[in-house]
C-alpha cells in the first residue's frame, strides 16, 4: 500500500529582510523541518477517484508527488494555435474531440483557441482531457479547480468523474476545496489536515460533518472576540 515518511528540510537564507523576521518572531531555528507521515491504503482496492485535500501548506502535493511521480501532472507545455494540435499526435481528431466531450470542454469554437486565451476552468478540462489522450491509466491533477469559481468547479468535477469511471481509467484530485467531494464523489480520501484515510462513503460524510462543526466553532470563537 501506498506508505510515505517525507522529510523537507530547508536553511533559510541570511538576509536583512530575513534577520528582522527571526528576531522580531524569535525563529532562532537553523533549519525549517517538515515531516510527512502516513498510508494511503489503496493497494488491491478497485477504485477509480480519489481525493487528497487539505490546507495550504499540509503536505498534499509534496505527498502526490512522492507517492505517484509517474502520473503527477501540473500544466503541459502548449505551442500549438490550436489546443487540437497540442493533442498526442497519434490521436484522431474523433477520439480528441470525443474527450474534450466528456470531460466537459464541449464549445467547438474554443477548440480552435490556443490554451493561453482559454479561461481558467477550460484550461483545467484541457490539460485532464490531454492527461487522457496520452493514454494515461492514472492521473494525479494537483491544485484541482483551486482558481475557479465553484459554479465551474461544480459542472466540471462531474464531467470529469462520469468521463474517469466510464474509461475505466484512476484520477486523484489534490487540492484544498472539500466541495469537490460531493461532487467528484471518490472511491477514497486522504485529508492531510490530521493524515485520515476515509474508503467509505460514510465515513467521507461523518469527516466533512465534523470539519464544518471545527469551521463553526472557529468562526464563533473569532466572532466572540469581536465588539460592535
Excluded at 490556443?114 to 491544485?143: H, P, W
Aim: charged content about 25%; proline content about 4%; glycine content about 8%.
Amino acid at each position: 500500500m501506498p506508505t510515505f515518511d517525507i522529510v523537507k528540510e530547508l536553511k533559510p537564507i541570511e538576509s536583512f529582510r530575513v534577520a528582522s523576521v527571526r528576531g522580531q518572531f524569535d525563529l532562532q531555528m537553523e533549519k525549517i523541518r517538515e515531516h510527512f507521515q502516513g498510508t494511503i491504503d489503496i493497494e488491491g482496492r478497485d477504485w477509480n477517484v480519489g481525493i487528497i485535500y487539505g490546507r495550504s501548506g499540509s503536505g498534499k502535493s509534496t505527498i502526490a508527488r512522492e507517492l505517484f511521480p509517474d502520473a503527477y501532472i501540473r500544466g503541459f507545455e502548449y505551442q500549438s494555435p490550436s489546443v487540437l494540435d497540442d493533442m498526442p499526435a497519434e490521436s484522431s481528431i474523433k477520439d480528441i474531440c470525443k474527450i474534450f466531450n466528456s470531460v466537459g470542454f464541449s464549445s467547438p469554437p474554443s477548440w480552435l483557441k490556443n490554451y493561453d486565451v482559454l479561461s481558467t476552468g477550460e484550461k483545467m478540462r484541457v490539460d485532464v482531457a490531454r492527461a487522457i489522450l496520452e493514454q494515461r491509466d492514472m492521473i494525479v491533477f494537483d491544485e484541482f479547480t483551486s482558481v475557479i469559481n465553484r459554479e465551474v468547479a461544480r459542472i466540471g468535477s462531474v464531467a470529469i468523474s462520469k468521463a474517469i469511471r466510464k474509461m475505466g481509467k484512476k484520477f486523484i484530485a489534490v487540492t484544498c476545496h472539500d466541495d469537490i467531494l460531493q461532487w467528484l464523489e471518490p472511491d477514497w480520501t486522504f485529508c492531510t489536515n490530521d493524515f485520515s484515510f476515509f474508503l467509505s462513503k460514510g465515513d467521507q460524510d461523518r469527516a466533512l460533518n465534523l470539519m464544518s462543526m471545527r469551521r463553526t466553532v472557529w468562526l464563533g470563537n473569532c466572532l466572540g472576540g469581536i465588539t460592535i
